[in-house]
């Protein structure tokens, strides 16, 4: 019997097209994520370029790139090879520049009744990313350290530092059984504690810790450190007890992972690359972005705003038809262009018809109108805040370019920005509505307008105190140098804090020293301690500017001098104010603004060989040959090294 066939009617003939463009469109602009004939996975992750499983067909962009697959594993488990030969056991890879590696603890249990003697640190783990396109993703990560009298720290190297060294200290309030029943999670300095990534382009990094003198007579307990990817990682204080230390390993390396970045073009900026079109990694219609990675620093590419795929591969980045998305951006009538997309209204209507932040279609045109109003401008689609400009850069860049020779930061000057910049202290402190500390005091955080006047900038890590508290405890940030040692050490936040970092930006004024460097021997890294050691030896003429020694005035000079030891005293209470700083330095400045100002007491202020004993400390104590670049002390009669 003959089948009757009939031809379809035009109706269908029409759908049945549509559906097939559709599916044809939809397969043309799939993005490919590694190079035609390369394996995509490995396990459960996914390889994009220019990275490739397969080395033999050429399927990474070069050697470094190259990653293995472990199939002996169930799941397949992706690794690099490190600096030392070790394998860095990956999670996941993105595109957009990230990579998840499985995490690694410096860990060590004592046992019940154990005498630790003295400091000594135990079991370092290593990060060696040495001979990779990676580094350490500063501010994606953070380092945790858990244990009872412990130190928990990190040595970090790059092509641009070397043996910098931070981390916090863990203590126990309460003995483990007791804060076991207590239940607390939090990681603020009780059983856990943790810090910041202090520097970024990271290639090296050591982690190690050790306890302080202590006997444990109840219970066994366990320390560790390591860098956690930020909210990641949930303290527990059963971690604390030797008889849970596998199961917080495994817990750890498993769902806490650390965060590293990767790019193309070691020793390249992006301009660089561009001139040589043979080896130029970014395709058509992309974006080539810098990445720090220290001296080592690269690029990475990125498609361009309305296009996808991946940006390594030919033939680029393709076109997103925004209209036809199942996510539709527009109100009322969308139509695509290259790159982009337009809306519009209908005939009638007033508005842009945009999803995203725009005007809605309506009627009757009305107060819809750009303005520039308080710092804000509505001009654009998506609001701005708008900021003076600043034209003359950061102090630091002032103080440090061009050291060792004469130059506009004369000793006038040196005191006009340093009133300045405590006036603005000041303000926040005693004069704002609420009081503002501002935490990170430092010269690179004071800018420079035309006319050199100082302005006070970064509030990223301020704190609003309440004015019925002086204090506040807080999660420790700062920059090494200018940390206060007491806040470091009680994790108590006081507008003292502030006063301690603006004495070390005085003596930076003073000495054009940096507050950390590497170039000073060993005990002298430290500009606060070196300041504070020299002063007490008489040496203070020796370490001041040699222009400012020329140029000031010899009473003005003890003076300021004076006032930036009493900033640095160990213990907060006994620093002066913000307030009485900013009152002092005006006092100085108005001085300095008199040339008939009476001078005969300069005599009375030259001996500096009987001061008081200010800031007793003793050299800084070395674990296996890592120096502690920090110290805290927790009264002006005992201090002890990190």
């Known amino acids: 019997m003959m089948e009757d066939v009939r031809p379809l009617s035009p109706f269908l003939r029409l759908w049945f097209t549509f559906f097939a463009m559709l599916f044809v469109t939809s397969f043309a602009t799939t993005s490919p994520i590694a190079k035609p004939g390369c394996p995509t996975r490995c396990g459960k992750v996914t390889i994009p370029y220019p990275f490739g499983l397969d080395s033999e067909k050429s399927c990474s962009l070069s050697t470094p790139y190259n990653i293995h697959c472990d199939t002996s594993s169930d799941p397949p488990q992706p690794y690099l090879l490190d600096g030392n030969n070790t394998r860095l056991e990956i999670i996941d890879i993105s595109q957009a520049g990230q990579m998840r590696i499985r995490n690694k603890l410096s860990t060590q249990c004592y046992q019940p009744g154990q005498v630790v003697q003295e400091s000594v640190l135990y079991n370092q783990e290593q990060v060696n990313l040495t001979n990779l396109p990676l580094v350490v993703l500063d501010d994606a990560n953070k380092f945790i350290g858990i244990?009872?009298?412990?130190?928990?720290?990190?040595?970090?190297?790059?092509?641009?530092?070397?043996?910098?060294?931070?981390?916090?200290?863990?203590?126990?309030?309460?003995?483990?059984?007791?804060?076991?029943?207590?239940?607390?999670?939090?990681?603020?300095?009780?059983?856990?504690?943790?810090?910041?990534?202090?520097?970024?382009?990271?290639?090296?990094?050591?982690?190690?810790?050790?306890?302080?003198?202590?006997?444990?007579?109840?219970?066994?307990?366990?320390?560790?450190?390591?860098?956690?990817?930020?909210?990641?990682?949930?303290?527990?204080?059963?971690?604390?007890?030797?008889?849970?230390?596998?199961?917080?390993?495994?817990?750890?390396?498993?769902?806490?992972?650390?965060?590293?970045?990767?790019?193309?073009?070691?020793?390249e900026t992006c301009q660089q690359a561009q001139q040589n079109t043979s080896s130029y990694a970014c395709k058509e219609n992309t974006n080539c972005t810098g990445v720090d990675g220290g001296d080592e620093s690269g690029y990475r590419c990125s498609c361009l705003p309305g296009y996808h795929g991946n940006p390594y591969l030919s033939p680029g980045c393709t076109d997103i038809i925004e209209c036809k998305g199942p996510s539709k951006p527009c109100t009322h009538i969308c139509e695509n262009t290259i790159g982009s997309y337009t809306c519009s209204c209908p005939k009638g209507y007033s508005g842009d018809g945009r999803k995203d932040g725009g005007t809605p279609c309506f009627k009757n045109k009305s107060n819809f109108t750009s303005k520039l109003r308080l710092g804000c401008c509505l001009e654009t689609e998506v609001p701005l805040l708008v900021y003076e400009y600043v034209s003359n850069g950061t102090l630091f860049e002032h103080i440090h370019k061009n050291k060792g020779v004469t130059s506009w930061l004369t000793w006038a000057n040196c005191i006009k920005l340093a009133a300045e910049a405590a006036d603005a202290l000041s303000y926040l402190h005693s004069a704002a509505s609420i009081p503002i500390i501002h935490r990170d005091v430092k010269s690179s955080n004071i800018l420079l307008d035309e006319s050199y006047t100082a302005k006070i900038s970064d509030f990223g890590a301020s704190k609003l105190i309440p004015i019925d508290q002086t204090q506040v405890t807080t999660l420790v940030q700062g920059t090494l140098g200018y940390l206060d040692p007491e806040y470091f050490q009680t994790s108590q936040l006081t507008e003292k804090s502030d006063v301690y970092s603006f004495g070390v930006l005085l003596v930076e004024l003073l000495t054009r020293e940096k507050p950390l460097s590497l170039e000073r021997k060993l005990e002298d890294r430290n500009l606060a301690i070196y300041y504070i050691l020299s002063f007490k030896e008489g040496r203070l003429m020796e370490i001041v500017d040699p222009q400012l020694v020329r140029e000031a005035n010899e009473e003005q000079l003890v003076t300021m001098a004076n006032l930036a030891m009493k900033c640095l005293y160990v213990v907060g209470d006994d620093r002066p104010t913000m307030k009485e700083v900013a009152l002092e330095l005006q006092g100085m400045r108005n001085q300095n603004r008199h040339p008939w100002v009476d001078q005969s007491h300069r005599d009375e202020t030259s001996n500096l060989t009987n001061q008081n004993d200010l800031y007793p400390m003793p050299s800084n104590a070395n674990y296996n040959g890592i120096q502690a670049l920090e110290n805290s002390c927790l009264d002006n009669t005992q201090c002890k090294s990190i």
Request: aromatic fraction near 8%; proline fraction near 3%.
């Open 147 to 267: 244990g009872c009298t412990y130190v928990a720290l990190m040595v970090a190297e790059s092509t641009q530092i070397q043996g910098h060294v931070s981390g916090c200290v863990a203590t126990c309030d309460t003995p483990p059984e007791t804060m076991l029943k207590q239940n607390d999670t939090s990681c603020m300095g009780n059983g856990c504690c943790q810090s910041v990534i202090p520097n970024k382009g990271l290639k090296l990094v050591v982690i190690t810790g050790g306890v302080q003198n202590t006997t444990n007579n109840n219970v066994s307990y366990c320390t560790a450190a390591f860098i956690a990817e930020v909210d990641k990682f949930n303290f527990r204080v059963a971690d604390l007890f030797g008889s849970n230390n596998a199961a917080f390993v495994n817990r750890t390396t498993d769902n806490v992972p650390m965060v590293l970045d990767w790019y193309v073009g070691v020793n």
